[in-house]
Structures are given as structure tokens and as C-alpha cells.
């Protein structure tokens, strides 16, 4: 089974702090995704990568960034974070990532609970 | 928005009973999923269905797609406690590099 792991499960930050949140599958996908989801709001994209060092912007990309520099690991860096950015982070990934396909099933992560004080 | 709107927001029924779920988008589609998500979890895959097919079968899970009117449903049949969950739809249309875009969930809350 396809696995993907987020490093942390909970998480705790103080405003201004650099976040890093890594995420690691382990079934050679080219996609992967980050996604915040807020209570009713649903899962909003935040940045996807459909190949190493590619990166695309997603919804609601300010105030993050993302790092791809192999194929297994996706990070998704919060510059200086800041109290609205307290959500459940979710990484997902799939194995798709030709123009024109259009997407398959997607496989999460466990999801990290980050909370900005 | 690009988001889908999923209705109702929360059900609530008892075990054995079946849910149904409902799910609208707003733009061309090559494909509709859906997920379901435990309490404080990460999301599960349960079915996708092509935008060429009305109806797929897995299982208790029954799904249609209606493509002139941009919506589909989820229904599961004679439900159980277990299937206490939040239930999202989620697509991607045209060249979107894999991409989905998640409607708001529906809470499905199975009383035993």
C-alpha cells in the first residue's frame, strides 16, 4: 500500500517562527499536494508539484512556500507564521502528473495539526 | 470560488438506514472522487467515477453523475456505525496536472 507520512502530528509555533512541514511517499508518485483544511471550508490547495524541483500555485498559496528537491519529499515552509495559517495541514500525493490526464485518486497523509500563537 | 458545494451539511440517521449525499461543481470535469475522512485524520479514497459513466457501484457505495447538471451523489446503503465519518467529493477537469479541487463535506453521523 501506498504510504505517505507527514512528520508531525501536532505541532505548536509562535508568530514570526519559520515552519517546515515535510511529507514522504513511498510509491515514486510524481504528484504531490499540500492542502489546509479549515472547518467549513473543506481542503483548499495550497501548492502541488507534478515533478522534482517543479512547483505550481494552488488557491490560497500566500504566505507559503514549498521545496521539492526529490522525487519522494514534498515540504511546505511558512515563512513567518502567523495566527490565521492555525490549521490541518494535509499532504497527499498521486501517481499521474501528464498534461491532460486530469487527475486520480489522491493519498493522504495523516495530516499535521499546526497551531500559531 | 472554484469549490464544490456538497448538501446536506450534516446527516444524521440510524444503523441500517441509507445516506445520501449530494455534491455540485461549477466547471468541466474529467473525473468526480470521493473521500472520506475519520475524525482528525487524513482522507481515504472510496470511488471515482469518469465523466463518461452515470453510475458506479463498490460495495454499499452507489455513485451517479450528471453531467448537464454538474452534480453527483454518494449513497450508502444499509449503513453502519463504522461509517461515522466526513464524506468529501472532489474533481479535476481539463489540464489540471492531477489536481482536485474538494467540495465542504458532508458529516455523516450513524447512531448504532
Known amino acids: 500500500d501506498v504510504k505517505v507520512t507527514q512528520s508531525s502530528r501536532y505541532l505548536v509555533k509562535r508568530t514570526g517562527e519559520k515552519v517546515f512541514l515535510e511529507c514522504v511517499q513511498d510509491m515514486d508518485h510524481e504528484n504531490m499536494f499540500w492542502y489546509r483544511q479549515d472547518p467549513g471550508l473543506g481542503l483548499r490547495l495550497i501548492y502541488f508539484?507534478?515533478?522534482?524541483?517543479?512547483?505550481e500555485k494552488g488557491d490560497i498559496p500566500e504566505g507559503y512556500s514549498v521545496s521539492r528537491e526529490k522525487k519522494e519529499r514534498f515540504s511546505l515552509i511558512l515563512e513567518s507564521a502567523s495566527t490565521n495559517q492555525t490549521s490541518m495541514y494535509l499532504c497527499?500525493?498521486?501517481?499521474?502528473?501528464?498534461?491532460?490526464?486530469?487527475?486520480?485518486?489522491?493519498?493522504f497523509g495523516s495530516g499535521t495539526q499546526l497551531s500559531v500563537l | 470560488s472554484q469549490q464544490g458545494e456538497e448538501d446536506p451539511q450534516a446527516l444524521s440517521i440510524q444503523e441500517g438506514e441509507n445516506a445520501t449525499m449530494n455534491c455540485s461543481y461549477k466547471t468541466s470535469i474529467n473525473n468526480l472522487q470521493w473521500y472520506r475522512q475519520n475524525s482528525g485524520r487524513g482522507l481515504v479514497h472510496l470511488i471515482l467515477i469518469r465523466s463518461n459513466e452515470r453510475e458506479k457501484h463498490s460495495g454499499r457505495l452507489r455513485v451517479t453523475l450528471d453531467t448537464s447538471k454538474k452534480s453527483s451523489s454518494l449513497l450508502i446503503t444499509a449503513s453502519r456505525a463504522a461509517d461515522t465519518a466526513s464524506y468529501f467529493c472532489a474533481y479535476a477537469g481539463g489540464t489540471s496536472y492531477g489536481k482536485l479541487t474538494f467540495g465542504q463535506g458532508t458529516i455523516l453521523t450513524v447512531h448504532p
Open positions: 497527499a500525493s498521486s501517481l499521474f502528473g501528464r498534461v491532460g490526464h486530469g487527475g486520480e485518486k489522491l493519498f
Open positions: 508539484s507534478y515533478d522534482v524541483k517543479m512547483k
